[in-house]
């Protein structure tokens, strides 16, 4: 990996040795300008923690590993550490929800929060990937932690230009039986007539995994969500622009993810560890993403009214998860069968299906004539999004959701002097939720009772009774940026953002966490016509606002660029969910870090950098407005993760990286009688090799380099069972553009 034209500001804010020397002959990082912030400013001007992932860097990534996951986990400090699977399950950002956006659009479900995005995401089709960090509203709600935007790629002048990059990964546990092939096209082009095109087209598969010890890892380590084996996957980018005279231009673009996992083997939760159960074939369906996006998108730098940018957006998403068996404790709760001798039921999987369309309105106005300088980007966002879940047969797991969203937004920008730039905004959401009426499946459960052990349980099916309910608020945003001179900033803000929990998981889970709406096996039937409805009004969650506070330095002198800032967040209204007792709960929080990276130049050829996080959570258990608990490691899996790395780039072309990975455990009491579910640190070295051949490049890459056994801590979190990363994996490749 190398950090070429690759700048990270303000929690990284450094360049390579090439970017260094370029920056000498005048490129210096005010030059630097970002579209995250919904309109395109220099990074000097942003009081927040941005950054900048430029394609060479994205290109040097997919050497060594292919999810965007990956990289943002190797990138990021805040950012957890990758679960190595296709789910995205307790991966997050500062210990929060992390939005996920491509080319500005959400890739989200926002009323059934489970999200695959990271693990799908083609890098290959992606120019440019940038981050701000922090609760923002600016997208919309759902950005707790921060924002990031994969920005695909654009077409260059001239005639149609091919590039074909191709790898083959392996575990050296066993070669032949874990050969995973991946294979890219991108064919891109822009005529003299103003029309220009990108399609990319992907495909990867993949076989058996292994941990460092030599063992084959389950296909669902982590209960529902997927695994990184036995899979097939595709992805489709289209892109058809037209530039008309003025500074005006239309484009159209389309994007398809498809995944499908097939396991062999169900997954044995009772052990020490997440492992295949060799015993039991897996008899479900498959595990199926087949999502599309579709954008048109216009702008007009000549408005009258400024810099125009209009999108209309439609998402179609379809999630099949895995089936399950029952297995106490780690999967103590599932659709019931009839027969408590084997109580999951056939249909025990589940499939979302979402729909969600809307327009983004962005006006970015010069307010030269009152203050030189100044600017205002203001605009307004209406979004209609449809969630329903069914199990195979059909049956409803939770209410079905309609939601339209209405928001307007300001946020304006001051030069207050030629060192001080001060940014403040408000936006205002409005949320208009309709909850079906739905029947809640029969479930079959098993609760430990203290002095009776573990006593299974009927949940009889429940009546759900919906409604229509708003959410509405402003969120702020303030901060401002100093020069201390031109090679050092200052910068400092507040942010809010603003997100409804997860709607769905709520209704799915409509009496199923309380013994008042259970019945004996028994007795399967026996709650009284009182306890057989239950309205959404009395389980539905509030609406969160988060507040972040951040401080930081970036820039460099000569050959070193770095950065370190502080953060805290809070939330009156956080979420936290119980994996043993299947609860969820809102309450009071607070979240506090520090983020270091710098890198140095030490000549033309060889580079040394590191990154280090460090972040911590308190909540409070019983409501009492004190903070008396550390946040459950689904929130926070490592509090401490850094990465070290060394870059030589011979005089012939060749490019050696070597890196340590390591990350610290976690031992902390997460309620009031200090539950505590240990998870073990781990230290891991990668290395990567690629040089120019045929007019092209040759890679190869190793990681985990010793096959240590690891604990991986974020797959770990999602059950409170450990689970184990991946062994040494080694892959070749060969990438060209013709």
Not at 86 to 98: F, N, V, W
Not at 423 to 438: A, I, P, T
Request: net charge neutral.
């Amino acid at each position: 990996m190398r950090y070429s034209k690759f700048v990270l500001i303000p929690v990284v804010g450094f360049m390579s040795s090439q970017a260094v020397a370029q920056q000498s002959a005048g490129v210096t990082l005010d030059e630097i300008t970002v579209t995250a912030a919904r309109a395109q400013r220099l990074i000097s001007d942003i009081p927040q923690t941005v950054q900048v992932v430029e394609q060479k860097e994205i290109e040097e990534q997919l050497k060594q590993n292919g999810s965007a996951s990956a990289l943002l986990a190797k990138l990021l400090p805040g950012f957890s550490v990758s679960n190595q699977t296709i789910s995205g399950a307790s991966e997050s950002y500062r210990g929060r929800d992390l939005l996920v956006l491509m080319d500005g659009v959400p890739l989200t479900t926002p009323l059934r929060d489970v999200s695959r995005i990271l693990a799908l995401i083609d890098l290959n089709t992606v120019e440019r990937v940038e981050l701000v960090a922090g609760a923002s509203s600016l997208y919309g709600a759902g950005a707790t932690g921060g924002t990031v935007n994969f920005i695909t790629k654009k077409a260059q002048p001239g005639g149609p230009r091919v590039s074909v990059n191709t790898a083959l990964r392996t575990f050296t546990a066993d070669p032949g039986g874990s050969l995973a092939p991946e294979m890219s096209a991108t064919v891109s082009g822009k005529g003299t007539n103003g029309i220009d095109y990108v399609f990319v087209g992907s495909g990867r598969g993949a076989q058996k995994t292994y941990d460092g010890a030599g063992r084959e890892q389950p296909s669902d380590a982590m209960l529902g969500q997927g695994g990184g084996d036995r899979l097939v996957s595709g992805n489709f980018l289209g892109k058809i622009g037209y530039d008309f005279d003025g500074g005006k231009r239309i484009e159209a673009s389309v994007s398809q993810f498809y995944l499908d996992q097939t396991p062999k083997y169900l997954t044995d939760y009772s052990g020490a560890y997440a492992k295949p159960d060799f015993t039991k074939p897996y008899t479900g369906q498959s595990v199926l993403e087949d999502s599309r996006s579709f954008q048109l998108r216009y702008s007009d730098t000549d408005f009258v009214l400024g810099n125009l940018s209009v999108v209309g957006f439609y998402n179609d998403i379809k999630k099949r998860f895995n089936y399950s068996e029952f297995s106490y404790p780690y999967n103590s709760l599932v659709y019931y069968s009839g027969n408590p001798r084997s109580p999951t039921s056939s249909a025990n999987q589940t499939t979302l299906y979402s729909e969600r369309g809307g327009v983004n309105l962005s006006i970015d106005t010069p307010l030269d004539r009152i203050w030189n300088g100044a600017k205002i980007t203001w605009g307004s966002d209406v979004t209609h999004d449809k969630t329903w879940q069914t199990l195979t047969d059909g049956r409803d797991v939770f209410t079905p959701l309609t939601q339209v969203t209405t928001a307007g937004f300001a946020l304006l920008q001051v030069p207050i002097t030629d060192r001080l730039t001060a940014r403040g905004g408000v936006r205002y959401e409005h949320f208009d939720l309709s909850v079906d009426n739905f029947l809640r499946p029969s479930a079959y459960a098993a609760v430990a009772f203290p002095g009776l052990g573990v006593v299974p349980l009927v949940l009889p099916q429940l009546n759900v009774v919906g409604g229509q309910y708003e959410y509405a608020s402003p969120t702020y945003n303030l901060g401002a940026t100093f020069k201390l001179n031109n090679k050092i900033d200052l910068f400092g803000g507040f942010s809010q953002g603003y997100a409804l929990p997860d709607v769905g998981a709520y209704t799915r889970r409509a009496g199923l966490s309380s013994t008042a709406y259970a019945c004996p096996v028994a007795t399967p039937n026996c709650l009284p016509v009182a306890r057989q409805t239950i309205s959404f009004s009395s389980i539905a969650p509030e609406a969160q606002i988060v507040n972040n506070y951040e401080i930081g330095i970036r820039g460099g002198d000569g050959p070193y660029k770095g950065s370190i800032t502080g953060f805290v967040s809070t939330s009156e209204k956080g979420v936290t969910f119980d994996p043993v007792t299947n609860l969820i709960s809102q309450q009071k929080e607070m979240i506090y870090g520090v983020e270091y990276i710098g890198e140095m130049a030490i000549n033309r050829n060889f580079t040394l950098g590191t990154t280090i996080g460090y972040k911590e959570g308190r909540y409070d258990t019983n409501k009492d407005g004190v903070l008396d608990s550390w946040l459950p490691n689904n929130r926070i899996g490592s509090p401490v993760r850094g990465l070290i790395f060394g870059d030589y780039r011979f005089d012939n072309g060749i490019k050696l990286r070597i890196e340590g990975e390591g990350y610290a455990g976690r031992n902390r009491g997460i309620n009031l009688t200090n539950t505590v579910y240990p998870i073990e640190g781990g230290f891991t070295m990668n290395a990567a090799l690629s040089g120019p051949v045929y007019g092209g490049e040759a890679y190869a890459a190793v990681n985990n380099l010793f096959d240590a056994e690891l604990q991986n801590p974020t797959a770990t979190s999602v059950r409170n069972l450990p689970v184990y990363s991946w062994g040494r994996t080694v892959t070749v490749g060969y990438r060209k553009t013709f």
